[in-house]
């Protein structure tokens, strides 16, 4: 982008390309829209709607599922179809009705388009939106382009905010929505089920909320070393092939004895679901943030004798603000999990790191930054 045209929109230089996967699980780069020409002349906006020049997008493991699976429960890869939802990214035009942002600003963008109607939406709790698009769930495409025309309203200032870290925003509001409704409390002794970047994030939270003891959880020992380098505090457990028992009474003796109040389960894993249902204390929470399979088993007794509440987590609501929040006063730090970087053209490779666990990367980015 260089300087501004007469009517306030940015000068755009480059096509639009994105980032595409499809039924038959290929992935490449190509034309997307909004097109050049019509970013250059602001003539494809809506009313309330902005471009965003998109900087910086996180890959996530629902990206790399629909590419590899096609599939993540009911929402299914229908056609050609684009992928991303983590990114940050700059103002370059603003239909003449938006008043709350201007040609220039930093933005993280919301990933979701809500109807305004129905119930989830009109008591607060949007993300049960009975219509929601979000971008990059089938059919709706994603964030992985160069240009997005996207709702003001969704898109929130970041100030001076690195686009690295302002992308890093859509992993934190995950992590942020489960604490809020597991009610964690200054204190408390709290498990985290996997060192995943979902993991890690919930980990730095739970710690900044008061947790103590904290344990994290992984069946990968780099991850764990990882996780024990952002969070010297945190106490490690490297998952064995146990029965789910077992796996409790071993990360009961990680705790020096102590039962969690609150299991902060980030896998997704049926194992691990059953494990954090055994570890914790009579009373205590076994919260899922993870995404698994359509039908697991649990240890419905053990749950049921010890008043194990067990909840589930869809996304998130009402959580940008508070994440930048953290950010800019550096209460949580998320810069150390991007470990590896590429450009939009390269995105391809970008996907084949994050897929491939050989290759040690927690958080891989793709940018756009000329």
Known sequence: MNGTTPNGT????????????????????????????????????????????????????SDVHFWKHGCIG????????????????????????VKTLKVGDRVAVEPQVICNACEPCLTGRYNGCESVDFLSTPPVPGLLRRYVNHPAVWCHKIGDMSYEDGAMLEPLSVALAGLHRAELRLGDPVLVCGAGPIGLITMLCAKAAGACPLVVTDIDEGRLAFAKEIC?????????????????????????????????????????????????????????????????????????????????????????????????????????????????????KAFETASDPRTGAIKVQIQSLD
Not at 11 to 36: C, M, Q, R
Not at 49 to 59: F, L, M
Not at 74 to 97: K, R
């Open 232 to 348: 010297p505090e945190v106490i490690t457990h490297k998952v064995e092939r146990l029965s789910a028992e077992e796996s409790a009474r071993a990360i009961v003796a990680s705790f020096g004895g102590v039962e969690p109040a609150v299991a902060l389960e980030c896998t997704g894993v049926e194992s691990s679901i059953a494990a954090a249902i055994w570890a914790v204390k009579f009373g205590g929470k076994v919260f899922v943030i993870g995404v698994g399979r359509n039908e697991i088993q649990i240890p419905f007794m053990r749950a049921s004798v010890r008043e194990v509440d067990l909840q589930f987590q869809y996304r998130y609501s009402n959580t940008w603000p508070r994440a930048i929040r953290l950010v800019q006063n550096k209460i949580v730090d998320l810069s150390r999990l991007v470990t590896h970087r590429f450009g939009l053209e390269d995105a391809i």
């Open 10 to 61: 940015a000068t755009a230089s480059k096509a639009n390309i994105g980032v595409f996967t499809n039924p038959k699980h290929d992935l490449w780069i190509s034309e997307a829209t909004p097109t050049l020409e019509s970013v250059q002349k602001g003539e494809d906006l809506k009313e309330g709607q902005v471009t965003v020049a998109i900087r910086s997008t996180g890959i996530c493991g």
């Open 74 to 97: 009911p929402m299914i890869v229908g056609c050609d179809h684009i992928l991303g939802h983590e990114s940050a990214g700059e103002i370059i035009a603003v239909h003449p009705g």
